[in-house]
């Protein structure tokens, strides 16, 4: 099977950024140029993190689909892996996902988390054995996610951003954070209450509400969300779900010797090429 | 290299299509590898191959299976597939460490094969169960018990959900406090294989991602290990295909619960089978959903083969679950109600249940028919005369009149149930339980002939073959009219009671059912009345006659009854007065114990059924019996050991009304190796020694020596009198059993051999020629390629068995070879069977020696020095394809052909081939 001299010039370029992404600039490359700080809003139950010895640490979610290019930052390694599917996210974790990249990560509690293309985010949570129930937050420090957390937990389950923090009371809310600073929820299904970190003020969004939180964290403006335009925002994650068949190209070299040899490699298409 | 291979087998297939010239054998073997042991968890699949049998041929196919100690068999229907019959055993380990069964086909034709051959009821194919999950109640996934304090949480997929094969993760997490258990590993298996070591594991959370996996039902099971023993943590299933919503396999509505999913097939066959050309329709719905708190599924399956002489073959069921505790089901269902009462049968009809208060409170009503009705077909009265005598010069000239039924014309009644079963407890620690059915066949259903007057109201010719005066002669004497083999409609009432105790953290268990029942051999002409018993000489008063015609509502009690409720007392005038009793022979009971304790599981089982204790809608039972067994199967060794040893002793004649009674004593041991890892081989072996007489010895004053033990009758002289005696019985048999099934990889290719060896032997002492020696090998290799999309297999198989204290003998030789390929990234399956059998048969016919003519005690059997030798040569091709075409639409493609060339009858005759196409669509 061959493809396309276009496509193998795409793929080609997506190898090369992700090599060097990977070598040189980690999650500081994204947007806000942020360093990563991986304890960030982590008032949750810790584990020490040391790079040898590490004593087993329950992961509180896993990466049940993806596509390229998804990366994680393992907090307690302290580096970066590409993510694979069932990759485990623990305590303290950075995902990031590239241009093109999408990953839907689900949580112990079954509650599930989709992230749009670039977007960062820090994961912080625990698990507590006796009620079974997850403690879960998620520190968006770029991009748009979009979550659906089971009924059972949703007093333990916040969103928050550098300006806004959204308690999750109801089951499907999305929140995002722009090139800005400002930060925006919004409700499918249920409700959230918003908290803006520097004017403590605090309001409750209900279904198709949106809640902006300006980007000093001072104002919160809410609003409601027309039909067409929620249904947009749901489809547009739905669409990444389908679009997550890889596809297979084959390479076939002759060597000095006249050996042949085949090398085979996947790959997503994208919309932009 | 993966298309070449298709190609050259496409191609053999062919060639042998072209050159194979003849056909078509009546008599069919069945050839069966039994496995090694059964492990629940691997949800078993049992095959068997009929070389030369197609699918036109094949009325219906039963496994017939019970376990240890269970007076009757559970039937279930097997499949027809890819050449094969293949169905799916579920066992539960807790009941019993062994299980017996037997195969059963019926043909069109009205034969029936079974597997094994001889006996296959009193001598079913033997099976160790084997669960290396502890059965340490502490250890059980019961509350308060060890596994029940691992809480977990499946996270992928959802239970009895269906994903696309790129969208499956299997995910587990778990939640328990470190102090509470000890030290162990989580183990993931998937069907039945521990894929543990590619799965990423920890002690919280576990997930695995198959590189392959086929499209179909899959079982998950979560094991926790420590120390050698494995206590089940979790256990779904799910299905591997297009996934439940249209859109993607994951989205916000996952775990949602409004869904409806199924199959609807459509199929085309055309086949020639013994010359004759016919064209067959079939189509399948299987359909399930949920809308909130109601369940729901139904099935259909319709075919051009329906036929109004045979039980349905179109068959349908609708079933509607409302939470836990409500069911409803309608159609073609097979319905379980007490092993004494209704077990397993197919009933076309209604079933409701209810489950209150936590099941405490359930309660089930059946309604429906188990057969329906056929019409008689019947031949033309035939009338013959034979001179009896003289009366002077003039002959004495008896006539007789007599009808039959055609070739397949007897018919059936349509017999109706009705019944129901109320229990309360739900087991832990009591469950008591009442059932009652009712069955019965309706009079009106088939218009039998009894007589000439039923004749002419038929609008059959049966008359056509006789002359006028013989018409003449019926209608004024309807009586002469002798017709063979009518069934007469059956009336049955049964009811049971049944106890359960569990105690002792389930370490203690007993379970016991008794009951009573009453069959009617012929209701056609109702209860019995006052006017009929005088007819027949009795004195029935007119309270007995009032409480018959009250009891006709659950049984028409009558003179034909199997047994009768009545004790004849003389009266005052002479007459035979009828005073209601009750027999003790239409009771039956059973009692089990059950002891889990140290590793061992120690069973006491007694039962006593009386000879006239028979329910219609469970045949399987065993009457006449009474008896203990008592078996233990121990573990050794960490649950890779099973040892079981197990003795019983059954006696007949229970209420001692015949002349002889039979006991028979069973001693029983096997020793099972079942090591955890996957490189050593697992090894079964046993013996059973059964002994059976009833301590009467052969005699006849009138032969001696080797003509003794084949005399035809068993006498004795009395007095001056010579009188028949009880047919002595004094066999002793030897059964030995030896598997063993071995994984090994060899060149990146993983196989599973299995080889059997079993040998029976019964020496009979009573009778010359009743011995019987059985000798089967059979040997089976799968294999499954690493690199290559393609599973291939291999069998064997040597029985060798004489009868009749060697009048009789048979070889089956077979060898089959077969495989599948997966091409075209799965979308496109190929597989192909192709099988050889040699039957060679030997027999030599007994014939009765009269020695001297006016003495009839005297008549021997002898060898009739011919012996008759048929040899057939079988060879069966199958080949099946499966294409996807889009995501929810397939096309199967199947080929069937047979050949048998009779190399003693040295005859050639037309081929049989079977085409079909299949179209399946998935929603």
């Given at each position: 099977?061959?493809?396309?001299?276009?496509?193998?010039?795409?793929?080609?370029?997506?190898?090369?950024?992700?090599?060097?992404?990977?070598?040189?600039?980690?999650?500081?490359?994204?947007?806000?140029?942020?360093?990563?700080?991986?304890?960030?809003?982590?008032?949750?139950?810790?584990?020490?993190?040391?790079?040898?010895?590490?004593?087993?640490?329950?992961?509180?979610?896993?990466?049940?689909?993806?596509?390229?290019?998804?990366?994680?930052?393992?907090?307690?390694?302290?580096?970066?892996?590409?993510?694979?599917?069932?990759?485990?996210?623990?305590?303290?974790?950075?995902?990031?996902?590239?241009?093109?990249?999408?990953?839907?990560?689900?949580?112990?509690?079954?509650?599930?988390?989709?992230?749009?293309?670039?977007?960062?985010?820090?994961?912080?949570?625990?698990?507590?054995?006796?009620?079974?129930?997850?403690?879960?937050?998620?520190?968006?420090?770029?991009?748009?996610?979009?979550?659906?957390?089971?009924?059972?937990?949703?007093?333990?389950?916040?969103?928050?951003?550098?300006?806004?923090?959204?308690?999750?009371?109801?089951?499907?809310?999305?929140?995002?954070?722009?090139?800005?600073?400002?930060?925006?929820?919004?409700?499918?299904?249920?409700?959230?209450?918003?908290?803006?970190?520097?004017?403590?003020?605090?309001?409750?969004?209900?279904?198709?509400?949106?809640?902006?939180?300006?980007?000093?964290?001072?104002?919160?403006?809410?609003?409601?969300?027309?039909?067409?335009?929620?249904?947009?925002?749901?489809?547009?994650?739905?669409?990444?779900?389908?679009?997550?068949?890889?596809?297979?190209?084959?390479?076939?070299?002759?060597?000095?010797?006249?050996?042949?040899?085949?090398?085979?490699?996947?790959?997503?298409?994208?919309?932009?090429? | 290299?993966?298309?070449?291979?298709?190609?050259?087998?496409?191609?053999?297939?062919?060639?042998?299509?072209?050159?194979?010239?003849?056909?078509?054998?009546?008599?069919?073997?069945?050839?069966?590898?039994?496995?090694?042991?059964?492990?629940?968890?691997?949800?078993?699949?049992?095959?068997?191959?009929?070389?030369?049998?197609?699918?036109?041929?094949?009325?219906?196919?039963?496994?017939?299976?019970?376990?240890?100690?269970?007076?009757?068999?559970?039937?279930?229907?097997?499949?027809?597939?890819?050449?094969?019959?293949?169905?799916?055993?579920?066992?539960?380990?807790?009941?019993?460490?062994?299980?017996?069964?037997?195969?059963?086909?019926?043909?069109?034709?009205?034969?029936?094969?079974?597997?094994?051959?001889?006996?296959?009821?009193?001598?079913?194919?033997?099976?160790?169960?084997?669960?290396?999950?502890?059965?340490?109640?502490?250890?059980?996934?019961?509350?308060?018990?060890?596994?029940?304090?691992?809480?977990?949480?499946?996270?992928?997929?959802?239970?009895?959900?269906?994903?696309?094969?790129?969208?499956?993760?299997?995910?587990?997490?778990?939640?328990?406090?470190?102090?509470?258990?000890?030290?162990?590993?989580?183990?993931?298996?998937?069907?039945?294989?521990?894929?543990?070591?590619?799965?990423?594991?920890?002690?919280?959370?576990?997930?695995?991602?198959?590189?392959?996996?086929?499209?179909?039902?899959?079982?998950?099971?979560?094991?926790?290990?420590?120390?050698?023993?494995?206590?089940?943590?979790?256990?779904?299933?799910?299905?591997?295909?297009?996934?439940?919503?249209?859109?993607?396999?994951?989205?916000?509505?996952?775990?949602?619960?409004?869904?409806?999913?199924?199959?609807?097939?459509?199929?085309?066959?055309?086949?020639?089978?013994?010359?004759?050309?016919?064209?067959?329709?079939?189509?399948?719905?299987?359909?399930?959903?949920?809308?909130?708190?109601?369940?729901?599924?139904?099935?259909?399956?319709?075919?051009?083969?329906?036929?109004?002489?045979?039980?349905?073959?179109?068959?349908?069921?609708?079933?509607?679950?409302?939470?836990?505790?409500?069911?409803?089901?309608?159609?073609?269902?097979?319905?379980?109600?007490?092993?004494?009462?209704?077990?397993?049968?197919?009933?076309?009809?209604?079933?409701?249940?209810?489950?209150?208060?936590?099941?405490?409170?359930?309660?089930?009503?059946?309604?429906?028919?188990?057969?329906?009705?056929?019409?008689n077909?019947?031949?033309?009265?035939?009338?013959?005369?034979?001179?009896?005598?003289?009366?002077?010069?003039?002959?004495?000239?008896?006539?007789?009149?007599?009808?039959?039924?055609?070739?397949?014309?007897?018919?059936?009644y349509q017999?109706?149930?009705?019944?129901?079963?109320?229990?309360?407890?739900?087991?832990?620690?009591?469950?008591?339980?009442?059932?009652?059915?009712?069955?019965q066949d309706d009079t009106n259903s088939v218009d039998p002939v009894n007589d000439?007057l039923d004749?002419?109201?038929?609008?059959?010719?049966?008359?056509?073959?006789?002359?006028?005066?013989?018409?003449?002669?019926?209608?004024?004497?309807?009586?002469?009219?002798?017709v063979?083999?009518t069934e007469n409609p059956k009336g049955?009432?049964?009811?049971?009671?049944?106890?359960?105790?569990?105690?002792?953290?389930?370490?203690?268990?007993?379970?016991?059912?008794?009951?009573?029942?009453?069959?009617n051999n012929d209701i056609n002409g109702g209860y019995l009345t006052?006017?009929r018993?005088?007819?027949?000489?009795?004195?029935?008063?007119?309270?007995?006659?009032?409480?018959?015609?009250?009891?006709s509502?659950?049984i028409i009690v009558n003179e034909n009854m199997?047994?009768?409720?009545?004790?004849?007392?003389?009266?005052?005038?002479?007459?035979?007065?009828?005073?209601?009793?009750?027999?003790?022979?239409?009771?039956?009971?059973?009692?089990?114990?059950?002891?889990?304790?140290?590793?061992?599981?120690?069973?006491?089982?007694?039962?006593?059924?009386?000879?006239?204790?028979?329910?219609?809608?469970?045949?399987?039972?065993?009457?006449?019996?009474?008896?203990?067994?008592?078996?233990?199967?121990?573990?050794?060794?960490?649950?890779?050991?099973?040892?079981?040893?197990?003795?019983?002793?059954?006696?007949?004649?229970?209420?001692?009304?015949?002349?002889?009674?039979?006991?028979?004593?069973?001693?029983?041991?096997?020793?099972?190796?079942?090591?955890?890892?996957?490189?050593?081989?697992?090894?079964?072996?046993?013996?059973?020694?059964?002994?059976?007489?009833?301590?009467?010895?052969?005699?006849?004053?009138?032969?001696?020596?080797?003509?003794?033990?084949?005399?035809?009758?068993?006498?004795?002289?009395?007095?001056?009198?010579?009188?028949?005696?009880?047919?002595?019985?004094?066999?002793?048999?030897?059964?030995?059993?030896?598997?063993?099934?071995?994984?090994?990889?060899?060149?990146?290719?993983?196989?599973?051999?299995?080889?059997?060896?079993?040998?029976?032997?019964?020496?009979?002492?009573?009778?010359?020629?009743?011995?019987?020696?059985?000798?089967?090998?059979?040997?089976?290799?799968?294999?499954?390629?690493?690199?290559?999309?393609?599973?291939?297999?291999?069998?064997?198989?040597?029985?060798?068995?004489?009868?009749?204290?060697?009048?009789?003998?048979?070889?089956?030789?077979?060898?089959?070879?077969?495989?599948?390929?997966?091409?075209?990234?799965?979308?496109?399956?190929?597989?192909?069977?192709?099988?050889?059998?040699?039957?060679?048969?030997?027999?030599?016919?007994?014939?009765?020696?009269?020695?001297?003519?006016?003495?009839?005690?005297?008549?021997?059997?002898?060898?009739?020095?011919?012996?008759?030798?048929?040899?057939?040569?079988?060879?069966?091709?199958?080949?099946?394809?499966?294409?996807?075409?889009?995501?929810?639409?397939?096309?199967?493609?199947?080929?069937?052909?047979?050949?048998?060339?009779?190399?003693?009858?040295?005859?050639?005759?037309?081929?049989?081939?079977?085409?079909?196409?299949?179209?399946?669509?998935?929603?």
């Open positions: 099977m061959f493809i396309s001299i276009k496509r193998l010039i795409s793929l080609g370029v997506v190898i090369l950024l992700t090599s060097v992404s990977m070598l040189t600039m980690g999650p500081k490359a994204v947007q806000q140029g942020e360093a990563v700080e991986p304890d960030e809003g982590n008032d949750k139950q810790k584990v020490a993190k040391t790079s040898d010895n590490l004593p087993e640490e329950r992961p509180i979610a896993f990466v049940r689909r993806f596509k390229p290019q998804v990366n994680i930052f393992n907090a307690a390694a302290g580096k970066f892996a590409e993510a694979e599917k069932a990759e485990k996210l623990y305590d303290g974790d950075t995902l990031m996902t590239g241009k093109d990249g999408y990953a839907a990560v689900q949580f112990m509690d079954k509650s599930l988390t989709k992230v749009k293309p670039s977007s960062l985010l820090l994961i912080n949570g625990s698990v507590d054995n006796s009620t079974q129930s997850n403690s879960t937050r998620i520190l968006l420090k770029a991009g748009e996610v979009m979550m659906d957390v089971e009924d059972r937990n949703r007093g333990d389950f916040e969103v928050a951003t550098q300006t806004s923090v959204a308690t999750v009371k109801g089951t499907k809310f999305g929140s995002s954070v722009d090139s800005k600073g400002s930060s925006t929820h919004f409700v499918l299904e249920g409700s959230v209450e918003v908290f803006a970190r520097e004017s403590n003020q605090r309001e409750t969004i209900t279904d198709g509400q949106f809640a902006r939180v300006s980007q000093d964290g001072q104002d919160i403006e809410t609003g409601q969300l027309e039909d067409d335009e929620l249904d947009q925002r749901q489809k547009e994650f739905d669409d990444f779900d389908k679009k997550l068949e890889s596809k297979k190209v084959k390479f076939r070299f002759r060597g000095e010797d006249g050996e042949i040899r085949e090398i085979e490699l996947e790959y997503y298409e994208n919309d932009q090429q | 290299m993966r298309y070449g291979t298709a190609t050259i087998s496409i191609s053999v297939i062919l060639l042998l299509i072209i050159c194979f010239p003849s056909w078509s054998a009546a008599q069919y073997q069945v050839q069966h590898t039994a496995p090694t042991v059964i492990n629940p968890e691997d949800n078993s699949t049992l095959r068997f191959s009929v070389p030369g049998i197609s699918r036109s041929d094949i009325q219906q196919a039963y496994l017939y299976y019970r376990t240890e100690g269970d007076v009757s068999y559970n039937q279930q229907q097997v499949d027809y597939r890819q050449g094969t019959f293949q169905t799916k055993l579920d066992i539960n380990s807790d009941e019993s460490s062994s299980v017996e069964y037997y195969f059963s086909l019926t043909t069109r034709d009205g034969n029936r094969t079974t597997y094994p051959e001889q006996n296959p009821s009193d001598q079913p194919v033997r099976v160790e169960v084997v669960d290396r999950e502890s059965k340490d109640p502490d250890l059980k996934n019961k509350e308060g018990t060890l596994a029940a304090k691992i809480g977990y949480n499946i996270l992928s997929p959802d239970p009895d959900k269906r994903v696309s094969r790129e969208d499956l993760v299997i995910a587990a997490t778990f939640f328990y406090e470190d102090t509470t258990i000890q030290k162990g590993s989580f183990q993931l298996h998937l069907d039945g294989q521990n894929v543990t070591s590619e799965a990423q594991t920890s002690s919280y959370f576990l997930s695995y991602v198959p590189e392959r996996i086929t499209r179909g039902s899959h079982r998950v099971k979560i094991v926790y290990e420590r120390n050698g023993s494995r206590y089940k943590v979790a256990e779904w299933s799910f299905e591997i295909g297009t996934p439940d919503t249209e859109t993607e396999a994951l989205s916000f509505q996952q775990g949602q619960e409004n869904f409806t999913s199924g199959e609807v097939q459509f199929s085309a066959r055309d086949q020639q089978v013994a010359q004759s050309q016919d064209d067959i329709l079939r189509g399948r719905l299987r359909m399930r959903g949920r809308q909130g708190d109601l369940r729901y599924s139904v099935t259909g399956n319709l075919t051009t083969q329906e036929s109004s002489r045979l039980q349905p073959q179109n068959r349908f069921s609708a079933e509607l679950r409302y939470q836990d505790w409500a069911e409803l089901r309608a159609g073609d269902f097979y319905e379980q109600m007490s092993r004494m009462t209704l077990s397993g049968r197919r009933v076309r009809g209604v079933n409701a249940e209810l489950h209150l208060n936590g099941d405490n409170i359930n309660g089930m009503f059946v309604y429906g028919r188990m057969r329906r009705s056929v019409p077909l019947y031949q033309a009265i035939q009338s013959s005369y034979d001179t009896v005598g003289t009366t002077g010069n003039q002959p004495i000239i008896d006539s007789t009149y007599s009808m039959s039924f055609q070739n397949q014309g007897r018919g059936a017999r109706k149930i009705v019944g129901g079963r109320i229990s309360f407890g739900d087991r832990t620690p009591i469950r008591w339980g009442l059932n009652a059915i009712k069955v000439f004749v002419t109201s038929r609008p059959d010719r049966l008359t056509s073959q006789l002359t006028n005066e013989e018409i003449q002669y019926l209608q004024q004497n309807p009586g002469a009219l002798s063979t083999g049955n009432f049964v009811t049971s009671t049944d106890l359960s105790l569990n105690l002792d953290q389930n370490r203690i268990r007993f379970d016991t059912e008794v009951g009573v029942s009453m069959l006052q006017e018993a005088d007819d027949l000489g009795l004195d029935l008063d007119h309270s007995t006659e009032d409480i018959l015609s009250q009891l509502w659950f199997s047994t009768l409720p009545f004790r004849y007392d003389q009266s005052g005038s002479g007459d035979s007065e009828l005073q209601p009793f009750v027999p003790m022979g239409i009771f039956g009971g059973r009692s089990e114990a059950r002891f889990y304790y140290f590793d061992h599981r120690l069973r006491v089982q007694y039962r006593w059924m009386g000879p006239d204790y028979r329910s219609l809608a469970n045949s399987t039972i065993r009457r006449d019996l009474s008896g203990f067994n008592i078996s233990d199967r121990f573990n050794l060794l960490q649950n890779q050991i099973f040892v079981t040893l197990g003795y019983e002793r059954l006696q007949n004649n229970v209420l001692g009304t015949e002349d002889a009674t039979t006991t028979t004593s069973t001693y029983r041991t096997n020793l099972s190796w079942y090591p955890v890892r996957s490189d050593l081989p697992r090894i079964s072996a046993g013996i059973r020694l059964r002994d059976r007489g009833n301590g009467v010895e052969r005699t006849n004053p009138f032969l001696s020596g080797d003509q003794l033990f084949a005399s035809v009758r068993n006498v004795r002289t009395t007095g001056s009198d010579t009188v028949v005696a009880p047919r002595p019985v004094n066999a002793f048999t030897t059964q030995l059993n030896f598997s063993i099934t071995q994984q090994f990889e060899v060149a990146d290719i993983l196989n599973d051999a299995t080889f059997n060896v079993s040998y029976l032997k019964t020496d009979d002492q009573a009778f010359r020629y009743g011995g019987v020696e059985s000798m089967s090998y059979s040997f089976q290799l799968q294999n499954r390629y690493t690199n290559l999309p393609l599973n291939t297999r291999i069998g064997f198989h040597l029985n060798q068995s004489e009868s009749r204290g060697g009048l009789a003998s048979f070889d089956i030789y077979g060898v089959s070879l077969g495989g599948t390929a997966f091409l075209l990234d799965d979308k496109l399956e190929l597989s192909g069977r192709l099988a050889y059998t040699r039957n060679t048969q030997k027999s030599e016919s007994l014939e009765v020696n009269q020695n001297k003519v006016t003495n009839v005690f005297d008549n021997y059997y002898t060898r009739s020095g011919t012996m008759q030798t048929e040899e057939n040569n079988t060879y069966a091709v199958n080949f099946n394809a499966r294409y996807q075409l889009a995501t929810r639409h397939s096309l199967v493609a199947l080929a069937d052909f047979t050949n048998v060339v009779s190399r003693s009858a040295n005859r050639s005759l037309p081929n049989d081939r079977i085409l079909e196409l299949r179209y399946i669509f998935e929603f």
